[in-house]
């Protein structure tokens, strides 16, 4: 569908349709905002059919001298502008003069002896100024009808990139739950399961095994993807035009892509056929990728689920602005947390990150009394000694956290490394059994800590 309003509307971060209503006193602001948008509204188009207007009008003689006196064009742009306007709003007819509010003249007013293109400049200024200001309060609007039509403006840029939706999962939250992967990480931990959710663009897997050379994706991408002397293809993931070309191409699946663009209102229509579904404890699970790096699509989303009840719980790293975390208490039943590692060093160079960000959002959503259970990934070569976990175990404890759930490493993502034309540092790493994880276990529940071993 293509996109309805101008290219930056984007940057505006239009909400979509919200039925939340928060408060007596925003509702005030709001209606305030909205008569003033309404009176300026007034105001410029009045000023803009003057403009139009005027010269057929006017019955003046001698059009080459100004008679909007003084002459404006001796004044401020902001008299200039005033004068001018109020020229356009209070003159009747050719030659009427007035007296000029605040300024001790009066004025005598021909409309096509108005400086015109200074009070077209300062109408456009005014003009957009004002849409900015207009949008700014559809964008905070609590009452529907003007959410409603910031909507019908922006159904296409507010969507998300989304690379999977898993239902009926018994995974990463209590009870049966929709799980919602988006696409774009700010970390690249070297063992990540999901690599395909890293990219926040498109990303394109080729499987080899199933490829049978029917040539459908050279036919759409031929400068990218040539055909392999011995099997199948090559593929050069910098020179593809476009990857939408290449989604379901493939009559053999041999190339899949992921990404696929879902408004509020898409995920919305999913997540609704799971409800019947989500009993007493179930919901929604946002997963990635990071949620928290998306913006306001996943406040939105959140928003949403929270005026149907729906219970939510994200999986995040926390490594994203505390803006965006912000933004989002309130709306989320439980964050699921990755603690990955407390030393800066080892955390950056496995994971392109800073710890020091991750744990000072979680001493900060801690403090706000918000649910949160840790996750551990138990790594080997990264974090898997008794030494670095016990430091990890020490810093949860320091907060008012009292779960941990202990993740084994596994090599269940091996193979989509090998899809994305990827190297996996971690080959030859063996997958972490159960028992190797007890001592953190103990460790932890003698600080008083719940555990769990898995998602
Ligand atoms: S934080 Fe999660 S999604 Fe992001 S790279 Fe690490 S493991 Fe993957």
Redesign the pocket.
Known sequence: MPALGPWWFKYLHIRNITTEYTGKAQRHTEALGILYSLAVTLLLVTGYWLLVTGNKSCHAKDHKKYVLHPNPLNHNPLDQFSLSLYCFIASSGAGSRFQVPGKNFHAECHKECLPVPSVIIHLFILSFTHLLILMYIINESKFVFVRRFSYLCSKEYFSSMIFNIQRFSTHDGKGIRTIIFYKG?????L?????E??SFGYSILYDIRNCKGFGECIKVESRAITRNNNHGILIDRHLINNPENLKDICPAKAITVAGEHKSVNDLLKEIEKDVPFYGKDGGVTLS???PLAQGKEVTSLLRELKSRNINVNIET?L?VTWDNILDNIGLINTYLT?L?HTDLDKFRTY?GGDAALVMDNLIKLAATGAHIIIRI?VIPGFNHTEKEMQEMIEFVSSLPVREIHFLPYHTLGMEKYNMLGLQYRFGSVKPVRDPEIEPYVQYAQSKGIETKIGG
């Open positions: 990480c700010p970390l690249h931990c063992w990540c399961s999901n690599p959710g890293i990635g990728g990071e790293s490594h990755d990955k994971t990934p």
